[in-house]
């Protein structure tokens, strides 16, 4: 049988029919800083067309919108499994969700995708979840807040922390925490700070608290912050701002004592308020810085007429009638003298000044107080009465019922009435136990007493008989009074010792309770206000700086030593202004270190009211600290050799001629010396044979005296070259050996004294000089028969040389006598005076002195400026011996 014929078909190529199927929405999370997104429900494309190949499989999923950080892949084509993944980092904080389209593509018919399908568009929305990266920050950078004492508080302040994530829980803070222990405040998770008990101005005025944060991931902050409570106190009236204690420096000038104070009035309305300041320095030396020069050298700084006597000086060799009191050099060689109710000194009749004219001044430092039970007694300070026969009191200064008399007895002239005797003070000083510096100004019949620079007139005078005249002598005492004539005492007085110290005792009477120092005459003069306010002024006040900046307002006024500021104004920033202004100022070189006390009282005026406000007084004190000592050296040549003729020649020898004293201090400050001493050491000079001399010229224009005192103040320059000056006089060389002498210098009356120089001087001994001086001219001797004729005639040379050697040592002191002669006109046409202002230079002590014949008194002796050398003189002086008036003896 035959086959059918064989029909060839055209072939049928597949057909992609189908389009893909995705969901229509898709919500994904994914955890910032990874990059798979999970997807619910999980990304599949579906097609129809499977199992064909190419069109019932998926080739790719595309997303629309470039700014999503996201892309698609297709995991299994055949499954249609894809899966979407971030193409970067995603943060969370930058952006929390995601919303874009997607859709998924077959791959078309054939291999290269021809002809492909795409699925409908789905929705994605991606959330992205947060990761605790951030730790809590405080919004600010620490805290301050401010109660008042005594109250609880529901919240002082409340602090803020923030958190930079995104989420919820992470960004939020749960919880805050303080860190600091033992402190009385807590916190809540709100951040709200209270105190959990009540707190004090008084025990503690601030407190610093630190403080964390966690958020609600559990993280903490990384700083914690810290948190000021100021505790303020209930507004009470006074004074804030100011310290207890204010350090003072020696020479820093003057140094503000309130620079932050203020006055607190808690807002009342006021008119007027009024500020005192004072400065309380009684227990330093005699009630302030003074200086503690000599009353001597004082007195020439401040001006004073010359001729003063110190009663009451240092003991000494030469003033040994002070060496029995009880002395107390106290601070800084401020001299003062305690008496106890059985001391008395009695003065040298040589010392006691004369011819008391119907002007004098006495002055004294006083401190003084009551004794219990003694109150009918009388207390004297000065007394000069009739040393035998009698008991007539011819002036005297004493102490009753804390009241001051002055009593001047007149001697009788030709008019016998009664003339003014008893001049009485009643004064709060006389027994307040504080220094004070008294001064009586006689101008007779008028008394003026000064106290402290103020003048007080006696409130009783009473009148007396005159003195009749007598050849009695006078006997002046301290601290007591001499009574002259045999009188009986008291029982208490048998007690005393018996023998020539009870008729010591048994003659004295009326003694001084207290403390005395600076105890001076001065006959023919009286002291004018502006000396004595110079002697008495303190070195240390209060002061205002930059006065002239001060509100004219204010009203201000000091009292006279400085030491009491008195403050008022109506406008409250002005007082405030003016009281940071007050200073404390002390101008000695090197001050007395240790407390000054300071005591602020204030008075508060309202409108309408006398008091309305009351304001408490405020203590506190100004530490002077310890100044910067300085040492005094002396140097030089410290032995001399010089040929006899040196000696007695009109330039003498001078002893210090390379002399150099030097002060040394770690700071810069002018020194001055107040005395030096040259002390002759070994065998008195013989004033027949030795002197020691200083031309007045060398101490003309340098404020400078050569005294027998231990006085004087200037520049330490002026001192050395004076002192260079210094020559020593021997007119018998010949039985010189050797002369030691001692130079010491003091500053500040002996606060600080120099080293201890001594100078060796002696006569050369490759020198041979004939003493003509010395020689005498002898009586020529009888020749013996039998002599030869040679004899003779050596003999008769022998005499003729020896006369030509004494006519030719009459010539030399005849040319030496001229040229002083010569050099004292000069001096004259040159008109030398004294300054009475000046300084003295001390050359002390003189042991040896000539006995004169003229009686010179002390007022007298202010008329020697004429001579051209001053022969320095001894300390003591015997009974019947008086001072030259052309030279001061050695």
């Known amino acids: 049988m035959l086959s059918p014929p064989l029909t060839l078909l055209p072939s049928v190529p597949a057909v992609n029919k189908h389009k893909p199927w995705i969901e229509t929405s898709y919500h994904g999370v994914i955890t910032e800083n990874t990059d798979v997104v999970l997807l619910d429900p999980p990304l599949v494309a579906l097609d129809k067309d499977a199992p064909i190949p190419y069109a019932g499989e998926i080739c790719a999923f595309n997303i629309h919108g470039l700014e999503a950080p996201f892309e698609a892949v297709v995991l299994n084509g055949t499954s249609g499994e894809g899966q979407l993944r971030a193409r970067g980092l995603v943060d969370c904080e930058l952006q929390k969700e995601y919303t874009f389209i997607i859709q998924a593509h077959d791959c078309g018919s054939g291999p290269g995708g021809t002809e492909g399908k795409k699925s409908h568009k789905a929705v994605v929305h991606i959330q992205v979840n947060d990761v605790n990266e951030f730790a809590p920050v405080f919004r600010e950078p620490q805290y301050r807040a401010a ?6 508080y529901d919240s002082i302040l409340q602090v803020e922390a923030t958190d930079q994530d995104c989420s919820p829980q992470y960004s939020q803070i749960c919880n805050y925490q303080i860190t600091t222990t033992s402190t009385p405040f807590a916190i ?25 944060a966690w958020d609600c991931g559990q993280k903490r902050a990384l700083h914690s912050v810290p948190v000021r409570i100021d505790v303020k106190p209930v507004c009470k009236p006074g004074w804030q701002g100011w310290n207890k204690r204010v350090d003072y420096e020696p020479g820093t000038g003057s140094k ?20 005192t300041v004072e400065l309380q320095t009684s227990h330093i030396g005699k009630g302030c810085d003074r200086e503690t020069y000599s009353e001597k050298s004082l007195q020439k700084l401040c001006g004073a007429s010359s001729g003063s006597t110190d009663l009451l000086p240092a003991p000494s060799a030469a003033t040994n009638w002070t060496s029995t009191l009880v002395s107390d050099s106290g601070r800084d060689s401020d001299l003062i003298f305690r008496f106890d109710g059985h001391q008395a000194a009695k003065i040298p009749d040589w010392v006691v000044p004369q011819n008391l004219t119907d002007q004098f001044t006495i002055a004294t430092w006083m401190k003084h107080g009551p004794s219990p039970g003694l109150r009918a007694e009388k207390e004297t300070l000065l007394c000069n009465s009739d040393k035998t026969e009698m008991n007539r009191h011819h002036y005297s200064l004493y102490v009753h019922n804390c009241r ?6 007149r001697d009788f002239t030709q008019v016998d009435t009664f003339r003014p005797a008893e001049f009485h003070w009643k004064l709060e000083q006389i027994c307040d136990k504080e220094w004070h510096y008294y001064v009586i100004n006689v101008a007779f019949p008028v008394v003026t007493l000064y106290v402290d620079g103020v003048t007080f007139d006696p409130y009783l005078v009473t009148d007396d008989w005159p003195i009749h005249p007598s050849q009695i002598d006078v006997q002046l005492t301290v601290g007591a009074c001499w009574q002259g004539e045999s009188h009986f005492l008291p029982c208490e007085e048998l007690t005393r010792p018996s023998g020539e110290e009870a008729g010591e005792l048994l003659s004295v009477e009326h003694y001084f309770r207290g403390s005395l120092s600076g105890l001076t005459i001065r006959p023919g003069k009286i002291e004018s206000q502006k000396v004595i306010s110079c002697l008495q002024a303190c070195k240390e006040g209060l002061d205002i700086n930059s006065l002239e900046s001060l509100d004219k307002s204010i009203k201000f006024h000091f009292n006279p030593a400085q030491s009491i500021l008195v403050m008022e104004g109506e406008d409250l920033e002005n007082i405030n202004a003016a009281v940071r202004k007050v200073s404390y100022i002390n101008s000695r070189q090197f001050p007395t270190p240790g407390v000054r006390r300071l005591h602020i009282s204030t008075s508060v005026q309202c409108f309408g009211e006398d008091t309305c406000i009351t304001i408490p007084d405020i203590d506190a004190v100004v530490m002077v600290l310890q100044p910067s000592e300085p040492r005094i050296t002396i140097s030089g040549v410290e032995r001399v050799s010089r040929p006899a003729s040196d000696f007695r020649a009109p330039g003498g020898v001078v002893l210090f001629q390379e002399l150099h004293i030097v002060s040394t201090v770690t700071r810069e400050i002018i020194h001055n010396l107040d005395y030096c001493d040259v002390l002759v050491l070994g065998e008195e000079l013989d004033p027949e044979q030795e002197s020691l001399q200083l031309q007045r010229s060398v101490l003309l224009g340098k404020h400078l005296d050569a005294t027998n005192s231990t006085s004087g103040v200037d520049s330490m320059s002026n001192y050395e070259q004076v002192i260079r000056q210094v020559r020593y006089y021997s007119w018998q060389p010949g039985q010189l050996t050797e002369r030691r002498f001692r130079l010491t210098c003091s500053e500040l009356n002996g606060r600080y004294t120099s080293n201890e120089f001594n100078l060796e001087v002696s006569r050369s001994s490759s020198s041979f000089q004939t003493d003509l001086v010395s020689l005498r001219y002898p009586r020529p001797p009888s020749l013996p028969s039998g002599v030869p004729s040679a004899a003779t005639v050596v003999i008769v040379m022998c005499i003729a040389a020896l006369v030509v050697v004494v006519v030719l040592g009459i010539y030399r002191i005849h040319l030496t006598h001229q040229q002083e002669v010569k050099l004292a006109e000069t001096t004259k046409e040159t008109d030398v005076t004294w300054d009475d202002s000046a300084l003295t230079i001390t050359v002390n002590p003189m042991e040896v002195g000539r006995k004169e014949d003229d009686d010179i008194t002390s007022a007298e002796s202010d008329d020697s400026e004429e001579e051209v050398d001053v022969q320095l003189p001894r300390v003591q002086r015997k009974k019947g ?4 008036k052309t030279t001061i003896s050695y």
């Open 147 to 152: 109660v008042t004492e005594g109250k609880i």
């Open 188 to 212: 809540d998770r709100n951040g709200n700070i209270r105190n959990t008990e009540k707190l004090s101005y008084d025990h503690q005025q601030q407190y610093e608290i630190l403080v964390t």
């Open 256 to 275: 503000q004592l309130f620079p932050k104070m203020h006055l607190e009035t808690c807002g009342g309305p006021l008119s007027s308020v009024r500020t």
């Open 404 to 409: 001051l008399v002055f009593l001047l007895r």
């Open 881 to 884: 011996q008086n001072w030259d």
